[in-house]
């Protein structure tokens, strides 16, 4: 590793198709059950098209040391629910809940589609620099950002609580047991 990695929003098409092969590497069904206990995972696979509409609407947040991509943050707006149709009962859900005393649905928010920080860049400080660039980028536009986290996946729901996600619902479903976290962006 030359520097450290520093965070930025996504500019280019090429940064969208490291995101998608940092994800390939990392999907629950690449990695070994040992792997993905001590390493965490991700869950849902993007598409480029997906991506590139996605960035159109509100560009991720990735951590870059060079050229290297050390890790990602995806941001999908409410409006691009209809691009990953697989997330629809997410989106039901998250109608139906409520934070801090007010329905979800009162406040700025958007869906942190999926944290993926490289393995070569673990432990040294990317996923809490992911968070502060998301902060410092959407801040203003948007109150809060709400995400899943598998339970099972208890690295990635160590980092998020680290990061000031708090638990809105934990839930079962046909796939997993999840809990519905959301972080603050501003005050």
Not at 167 to 174: M, N, P, S
């Amino acid at each position: 590793m030359a520097s450290s990695p520093q965070t930025c929003l996504v500019t280019r098409r090429e940064e969208l198709q490291q995101i998608l092969h940092l994800q390939a590497a990392n999907l629950r069904d690449h990695v070994s059950s040992e792997q993905a206990k001590r390493e965490g995972f991700v869950t849902v696979a993007h598409t480029l098209d997906v991506l590139e509409q996605m960035h159109a609407l509100a560009p991720s947040v990735i951590a870059k040391d060079g050229d290297t991509l050390a890790g990602y943050a995806l941001v999908m707006p409410v409006e691009a629910r209809a691009f990953v149709p697989i997330l629809e009962p997410m989106f039901q859900l998250f109608e139906t809940l409520s934070w801090r005393g007010r329905s979800l649905g009162d406040y700025r928010y958007y869906v942190m589609g999926q944290i993926c920080v490289a393995e070569a860049y673990r432990g040294q400080g990317v996923f809490d620099a992911l968070y502060r660039q998301h902060r410092e980028s959407y801040g203003t536009r948007f109150d809060c950002t709400v995400t899943e986290v598998a339970t099972r996946n208890t690295r990635s729901m160590r980092a998020h609580t680290r990061a000031g996600f708090e638990v809105l619902k934990t839930y079962r479903d046909d796939t997993d047991e999840w809990a519905v976290i959301a972080l603050p962006l501003h005050g």
